[in-house]
């Protein structure tokens, strides 16, 4: 019987058997489908508790995201226009709604990351 997760020790184990269960190759509405997605909402549940993941610098986000496309710099000053991008990514200017709104829809930021102080 699943229990939710009071130790590390359970965690742990809950854990290995998610692993030995994303092995297999489930039938849809199985015990063993169902039992994997029960131990995945308890450890997603004991994760947000115990191991908290924070939402990253909104700078250090666009960065990264550009990175992750492949390009520069740039490209920024082109969603925001040039002007204001190297402000920006320097810290010395915040972003602006509109300028919020342009860098989540092209880069596919969460508004939630952009709009944090920083």
Do not use: C, W
């Amino acid at each position: 019987m699943l229990k939710p997760i009071k130790t590390d020790e359970q965690y742990e184990g809950y854990l290995e058997r998610i692993y030995g269960l994303m092995q297999k190759n489930l039938k849809t509405d199985s015990k063993e489908s169902d039992e994997l997605e029960i131990l995945s909402i308890l450890v997603k549940t004991y994760e947000q508790e115990y191991y908290p993941v924070e939402k990253p610098n909104p700078i250090e986000a666009i960065r990264f995201r550009l990175d992750q496309m492949g390009v520069g710099e740039v490209y920024l000053g082109k969603i925001i226009g040039g002007s204001r991008k190297s402000e920006i990514l320097a810290g010395k200017r915040k972003l602006n709604l509109s300028q919020i709104r342009k860098i989540s829809n092209e880069l596919h930021i969460s508004a939630d990351v952009l709009v944090q102080e920083y």
